[in-house]
């Protein structure tokens, strides 16, 4: 049975995943065979594995580092957010149907326990390391009982938990106080210690800080890692994530012609895989904004309008914000328009939807010659193909059925004039037929644009990853770090009061607060889309639980 370690963070966005992935790329170099693994994942950001699994893209990110192939294993939950109450659980791979927040938390997610378990232990028995990821906080107390991904993962395992903390947005040392200081006194013996993230300035005015918090808790940070400019890897979401005005760094280069592209993304309500347009980021010259406004389109030489989990609600959402008579003219006048899965089917002639919004027959916006069905099966699928003369690779994640009914064949959708449309997610890291795409874009918006002959995205990718494990190589104390992988949590950690509170009479995260979670194998587990019901109500803040299938969960 292999080692391990727990990532967790003091907050959400605390660099969990960056950590994690540069862990797996220090330790893959000292030729540990490692996996990595975050039970429960919430995104909107997935990848689909070549087993035709659909994962959180930070973990296939993760696998990446760590150079070995994803799989379902490394990602048993994937939470895919419909609204603000409710999610499509996707379990193993493959969707189970939608529940509310409430419902998930009201028993169903205890049941799903023996999955992650019998997930986390075939890793182990296959890798030298399994590092894993924890979501949010650990301390998040009125979640404990029902917890498998934070500590309810790490006690499961036996494994040490190292605690990540954002000093960019202060007060650090009371969050790894207050994490460690509300946990319960079993989860408190698997704390080894704490990390610092993106850390700017003298690490020597630190240091008496955390001298001071190591006589608090009693235990050691474990290094202090520098604000890293342009990471430029993929990402988990959040509801609340504002994309305006931003896009990952990956290059600071030139344009290899006379101009730029400027390149805008509609920022469309649950937008999902804007990794997309990353590869479009990479390239010297081209410029990449999300926007919202109408008029933010006028000096864009490619408006792209990227996939979501809410097609019905993304059209009315453009709608409303005129951007649909902006893509309309836009397309009257010839100027380049690229819709990526639900924006390739908004850009429609009209969409069936009884799964996913219940909305019925809902007019798109004419520009392509196409009609959406959904269907309950969730297509996923690694297509390989050409486009513009080159070789594409992709990955298709979605419920909507097209039938294409005109237009010239592009990557299983059509282009129409200069307005192209696909299902096809990534097709853009495939660098010849990019820059063939940037070309024909360059021409449609008379821009002096030539994309550069060798610009490699999965070189950068690379570079990015080893910028992750210099990081971790460079500024944490690897030797400890290998320490707790191997031999697991330190003995005889102390007690940080006052400890997690009584709820019910019991210690919540304590022995008696323990409950029976079923044990649901992983070659047991139904996933058909099926369900019991008919999917979720128009009100995605409605408190039922909603079209579930019972077998799977």
């Given at each position: 049975m292999s080692g391990g370690l727990l990532v967790a963070g003091t907050t959400s966005d605390a660099g969990k995943s960056v950590v994690t992935a540069g862990i797996c790329r220090w330790l893959v170099r000292q030729g540990v065979k490692t996996a990595p693994f975050k039970a429960q994942n919430m995104s909107l950001n997935s990848f689909v594995t070549r087993e035709g699994a659909e994962i959180g893209r930070a973990q296939a990110m993760q696998a990446q580092a760590a150079r070995v192939e994803p799989t379902a294993l490394m990602n048993p939950v994937l939470l895919k957010p419909g609204g603000d109450r409710s999610s499509q659980v996707v379990l193993m791979g493959k969707p189970v149907g939608e529940m509310s927040a409430r419902g998930y938390h009201g028993g169903r997610q205890e049941a799903l326990f023996g999955t992650v378990v019998d997930c986390l232990e075939r890793l182990r028995s296959q890798y030298d390391a399994v590092i894993c990821e924890g979501a949010g906080s650990p301390a998040e107390i009125n979640l404990r009982r029902t917890d498998i991904v934070n500590m309810g993962v790490a006690r499961a395992a036996g494994f040490p938990v190292l605690v990540v903390g954002d000093i960019d947005?202060?007060?650090?040392?009371?969050?790894?106080?207050?994490?460690?200081?509300?946990?319960?006194?079993?989860?408190?013996?698997?704390?080894?210690?704490?990390?610092?993230?993106?850390?700017?300035?003298?690490?020597?005015?630190?240091?008496?800080?955390?001298?001071?918090?190591?006589?608090?808790?009693?235990?050691?940070?474990?290094?202090?890692?520098?604000?890293?400019?342009?990471?430029?890897?993929?990402?988990?979401?959040?509801?609340?994530?504002?994309?305006?005005?931003?896009?990952?760094?990956?290059?600071?280069?030139?344009?290899?012609?006379?101009?730029?592209?400027?390149?805008?993304?509609?920022?469309?309500?649950?937008?999902?895989?804007?990794?997309?347009?990353?590869?479009?980021?990479?390239?010297?010259?081209?410029?990449?904004?999300?926007?919202?406004?109408?008029?933010?389109?006028?000096?864009?030489?490619?408006?792209?309008?990227?996939?979501?989990?809410?097609?019905?609600?993304?059209?009315?959402?453009?709608?409303?914000?005129?951007?649909?008579?902006?893509?309309?003219?836009?397309?009257?006048?010839?100027?380049?328009?690229?819709?990526?899965?639900?924006?390739?089917?908004?850009?429609?002639?009209?969409?069936?939807?009884?799964?996913?919004?219940?909305?019925?027959?809902?007019?798109?916006?004419?520009?392509?010659?196409?009609?959406?069905?959904?269907?309950?099966?969730?297509?996923?699928?690694?297509?390989?193909?050409?486009?513009?003369?080159?070789?594409?690779?992709?990955?298709?994640?979605?419920?909507?059925?097209?039938?294409?009914?005109?237009?010239?064949?592009?990557?299983?959708?059509?282009?129409?004039?200069?307005?192209?449309?696909?299902?096809?997610?990534?097709?853009?890291?495939?660098?010849?037929?990019?820059?063939?795409?940037?070309?024909?874009?360059?021409?449609?918006?008379?821009?002096?644009?030539?994309?550069?002959?060798?610009?490699?995205?999965?070189?950068?990718r690379e570079e990015q990853l080893d910028r992750l494990g210099d990081l971790v190589e460079e500024h944490a104390d690897t030797d400890a770090l290998w320490r707790l992988i191997e031999a697991g949590p330190p003995k005889e950690l102390p007690f940080v009061p006052p400890g997690a509170p009584a709820v019910g009479g019991s210690v919540a995260g304590g022995p008696a607060a323990d409950v029976p979670l079923a044990d649901v194998p992983v070659a047991d587990v139904a996933v058909s889309a099926g369900g019991s019901g008919t999917g979720p109500p128009r009100d995605p803040g409605a408190g039922s639980d909603v079209s579930v299938n019972e077998e799977a969960l």
């Open positions: 947005r202060g007060g650090v040392f009371a969050s790894f106080f207050g994490t460690t200081a509300l946990l319960g006194a079993e989860d408190q013996s698997l704390v080894a210690g704490y990390l610092v993230n993106k850390f700017r300035g003298d690490v020597s005015l630190l240091e008496p800080g955390l001298d001071m918090l190591y006589g608090l808790t009693g235990r050691r940070t474990f290094g202090v890692l520098p604000y890293a400019h342009g990471l430029g890897i993929d990402e988990e979401d959040g509801l609340r994530v504002s994309m305006r005005g931003t896009v990952r760094e990956s290059v600071v280069a030139p344009p290899h012609g006379e101009e730029v592209l400027r390149v805008a993304v509609c920022a469309v309500p649950l937008m999902s895989n804007f990794t997309d347009v990353d590869a479009l980021a990479a390239e010297p010259g081209v410029v990449v904004r999300f926007v919202d406004r109408a008029e933010e389109l006028a000096d864009a030489d490619l408006v792209v309008v990227p996939g979501t989990r809410g097609t019905v609600r993304a059209l009315a959402w453009l709608r409303e914000r005129g951007l649909a008579d902006a893509l309309r003219r836009r397309a009257a006048e010839g100027r380049p328009v690229l819709g990526v899965c639900g924006g390739f089917q908004v850009l429609g002639e009209w969409v069936e939807d009884e799964v996913e919004s219940r909305a019925g027959l809902v007019e798109g916006l004419g520009l392509l010659p196409v009609r959406v069905r959904f269907g309950r099966e969730k297509v996923l699928a690694r297509p390989v193909g050409s486009a513009l003369g080159e070789a594409v690779e992709g990955y298709e994640i979605h419920h909507g059925v097209a039938e294409v009914r005109g237009g010239e064949p592009f990557l299983d959708g059509c282009r129409v004039g200069s307005v192209w449309g696909t299902h096809w997610h990534g097709s853009l890291e495939s660098d010849a037929f990019r820059r063939a795409f940037l070309g024909e874009v360059a021409r449609a918006a008379g821009r002096r644009f030539r994309a550069a002959p060798d610009t490699s995205f999965a070189a950068l």
